[in-house]
Each structure stands twice: as structure tokens, then as C-alpha cells.
């Protein structure tokens, strides 16, 4: 995995580590804030939750605008934010072998949390989530592989791109719409609904009614239950903006630490 590059910074009750992950699926360091509750170093088999940045942000996005590292405290938790690059969009791009953030995030980081912080290392105590950009990575990531998240959730989520064909750089990561409908069919969330098995995995999605990503979440929320998948479903007034996600992930957090603690 290679040697991380630590710094703490402590502020308030909690713990907060920059650490630099090497990727060999990208050859490339990769940089990720950890954010560790009080009194973390006499606990042990901590619950994680990753969570997922948006398009032209980083891996201190969610520290520096809207203050989640102290709901790790809060919830006794550890919260692991990866730098996801300026427009990943968490796949393993089918056209650009440099984006493998997919293998990176379900092969690499876990591996590398797991083994470096006192976690409980199963997919039980294990949640994903994220804003726009970071909520298709969350909801992709853990449709496609169960045995890894026990629960997901996303935030003003990307959760269907194809209506978005010149839009986030995602055609350099797939092709153009028009030359490889194909590959934007296989790789969007919602088309992975009918694969997920009931109760499989928890399930949040939230997404502000003035939102230009409302009507996906809205369709993601009617094939849900369209195949009978139990999910939560938060709509509110709001737009796609820091405003409304500092808000809105002091729920899912809820939503995750309730699961954790069943």
C-alpha cells in the first residue's frame, strides 16, 4: 500500500489526520483526511464512514465547509474523506486507465483504513456517502459491491447522468453520449436497482426540491420502490449548495449511526 505522510490537527474534541495513500491501481499518492472522535486511542472496533466529495472539490471540502470532523465525536465514529480528483466520479473509467478510483476506494483505501485505525472491520460497521458528484460515487460503489458497505446514503446525488451529457468532464471519462451510449447505460446508478436484493443495504437519499439533481432522486426514489428496495427518502426545501449539505449530512450521520448501533 506505501507509507502515509500524517499530520493531526486537533481542534475541539476531536482528531483530525491528513494522510497521503499510495494507489498502485493509479500509481499515484492519493490524500485523505481521517477524522477520529475523542478519546479515540482507548477504543477500539470503531464503526467508518466514507464520505464522498463533489466535482472540483477535495479531500477537505467537507471538513472546510461544513464542519462534519466533529460529528465523528458526536457519534463515536470515524469519518474518512478520500480525495476523489477534480472529476472522477468514482469509476474505473472504461477509456482512461488513470481513473481507477473505484479499485482504489473498494480494493485500496478500505484495506489501508482497516489496517492502520481501530475499526471493526466488516461491512456491518461500514457506511458511504457523499454530495452530488460524491453521492453517485457512494450509491455506485455500494450497489456494486455489498460485501463491502452495510448502509449508503447520498446528498444531492448524481444518481443519473445520461440526462447530462456535456456536463462535469464526464465525457472524457466515458466518451460522448453519442459515440458510447453503452458505457453511459452501465455506468449511472440508477440502472443498478435492479440488482440490489431487499434489505440488502440501508439506504438514505436526500436531494433539495430546488435541486437540478430533484428529478433523478425522485425517479431513483420510484425505482426503488418500484422493486420493492426499503429506503429513506428526505426532500426539502433547498438547492445544490453547502448550505443545504451541512444540514442535510447531520442526518445521514444520524441515519448511520442509528444502523451502526442496531
Given at each position: 500500500m506505501g507509507i502515509a505522510l500524517m499530520l493531526n490537527l486537533s481542534t475541539w474534541a476531536y482528531t483530525r489526520e491528513i494522510i497521503a495513500i499510495h494507489s498502485n491501481a493509479m500509481d499515484k499518492d492519493v490524500m485523505v483526511?481521517?477524522?477520529?472522535?475523542?478519546?479515540?486511542?482507548?477504543?477500539?472496533?470503531?464503526?467508518?464512514?466514507?464520505?464522498?466529495?463533489?466535482?472540483?472539490?477535495?479531500?477537505?471540502?467537507?471538513?472546510?465547509?461544513?464542519?462534519?470532523?466533529?460529528?465523528?465525536?458526536?457519534h463515536n465514529l470515524i469519518i474518512v474523506m478520500p480525495d476523489g480528483g477534480h472529476h472522477?466520479?468514482?469509476?474505473?473509467?472504461?477509456?482512461?486507465?488513470?481513473?481507477k478510483y473505484e479499485?482504489?476506494?473498494?480494493?485500496?483505501?478500505?484495506a489501508y483504513i482497516d489496517s492502520h485505525y481501530r475499526t471493526h472491520a466488516d461491512r456491518t460497521s461500514r457506511?458511504?456517502?457523499?454530495?452530488?458528484?460524491?453521492?453517485?460515487?457512494?450509491?455506485?460503489?455500494?450497489?456494486?459491491h455489498p460485501n463491502l458497505f452495510g448502509a449508503a446514503g447520498a446528498l444531492s446525488g448524481g444518481v443519473d447522468i445520461r440526462p447530462f451529457p456535456n456536463n462535469w468532464e464526464i465525457p472524457s471519462l466515458l466518451g460522448t453520449q453519442e459515440e458510447h451510449p453503452e458505457n453511459w447505460e452501465k455506468h449511472t446508478v440508477i440502472n443498478l436497482v435492479p440488482q440490489?436484493?431487499?434489505?440488502?443495504?440501508?439506504?438514505?437519499?436526500?436531494?433539495?426540491?430546488?435541486?437540478?439533481?430533484?428529478?433523478?432522486?425522485?425517479?431513483?426514489?420510484?425505482?426503488?420502490?418500484?422493486?420493492?428496495?426499503p429506503h429513506d427518502f428526505y426532500q426539502r426545501p433547498g438547492g445544490h449548495t453547502w448550505g443545504y449539505w451541512t444540514n442535510a449530512v447531520q442526518y445521514q450521520m444520524l441515519f448511520f449511526s442509528n444502523y451502526f448501533k442496531e
Open positions: 483526511a481521517v477524522a477520529l472522535p475523542d478519546g479515540y486511542h482507548s477504543m477500539k472496533d470503531l464503526p467508518v464512514v466514507y464520505l464522498l466529495h463533489g466535482c472540483g472539490d477535495n479531500y477537505n471540502s467537507w471538513h472546510q465547509n461544513a464542519g462534519v470532523s466533529e460529528l465523528a465525536d458526536r472522477s466520479w468514482y469509476w474505473d473509467s472504461p477509456i482512461d486507465s488513470s481513473f479499485t482504489f476506494v473498494t480494493e485500496e483505501l478500505i457506511a458511504i456517502t457523499g454530495n452530488s458528484m460524491g453521492g453517485h460515487g457512494a450509491l455506485w460503489l455500494s450497489f456494486r440490489l436484493q431487499p434489505n440488502a443495504l440501508r439506504i438514505a437519499i436526500d436531494c433539495g426540491v430546488g435541486d437540478f439533481f430533484f428529478k433523478v432522486n425522485c425517479d431513483l426514489h420510484d425505482k426503488l420502490t418500484e422493486h420493492k428496495i
